[in-house]
């Protein structure tokens, strides 16, 4: 119903984000990393959104980029994980760890989450382990003729340098251009972050 709100930041508090526009303050629930992106008091921002609706709830979830928009509903599409559990584990840690964490199968990353226990932790990855793995990078270098052992050392080190920060798009094409020179998941890091 609601694609994203611009608007005046009146307000900014552990969770929640009052936007101003046309005199409305409207009340979104968002994680910590959106409050650090865009929680400046005063602030014209925009923010994409989702509406939850529920029986009788109405709730309104803003997020800083459409990536975290589409992690969130990712989540909110495991049974068991509702919109609350979902900014919690997004206020957790940063969307390029998560993806990461989930790709690689990191239950004990996902554990450190306020309110996420092993199991739900444990059914996130069951459910979204192949749509990150595939995002973070491995399947485009698997894609390249090389045999499986190698293949997942490549994938090792994408994931290595994606949780370090640096994009998909940078980290797959600095380890296949480090494969090109040596092997191992240390050297594939090593040599790509040196060369990057």
């Known amino acids: 119903m609601y694609a994203f709100i611009s ?3 009146a307000s900014a508090r552990a969770g929640q984000i009052i936007l101003e526009n046309n ?3 409207y009340l979104l629930t968002v994680s910590d990393m959106t409050i650090a992106k ?3 008091i005063g602030a014209t921002i925009q923010l994409h959104t989702y509406l939850h609706v529920k029986e009788d709830i109405l709730a309104l979830f803003g997020f800083a980029t459409l990536e975290e928009k589409q992690f969130f509903e990712n989540l909110i599409s495991i049974s068991g994980v509702g919109p609350k559990l979902a900014m919690q584990v997004l206020s957790g840690y940063d969307i390029n760890t998560l993806a990461v964490a989930i790709a690689t199968g990191d239950v004990a990353t996902l554990c450190k989450i306020k309110g ?3 199991k739900t932790a444990e059914r996130i990855i069951l459910e979204l382990r192949e749509l990150y793995k595939n995002e973070c990078g491995g399947d485009a270098l698997l894609a390249s003729g090389v045999d499986s052992a190698v293949a997942n050392e490549i994938s090792d080190a994408v994931f290595a340098l994606v949780s370090l920060g640096v994009t998909k798009a940078e980290a797959v094409k600095a380890i ?3 494969s090109e020179k040596v092997s191992g998941v240390e050297q594939l890091i090593s040599y790509a ?3 990057m």
Request: without cysteine; aromatic residues 0%.
């Open 193 to 195: 972050l040196r060369n």
């Open 23 to 25: 005199g409305i303050g």
């Open 38 to 40: 865009v929680g400046t």
């Open 7 to 9: 608007g005046k930041v």
């Open 116 to 118: 996420l226990g092993k």
């Open 176 to 178: 296949k251009s480090a």
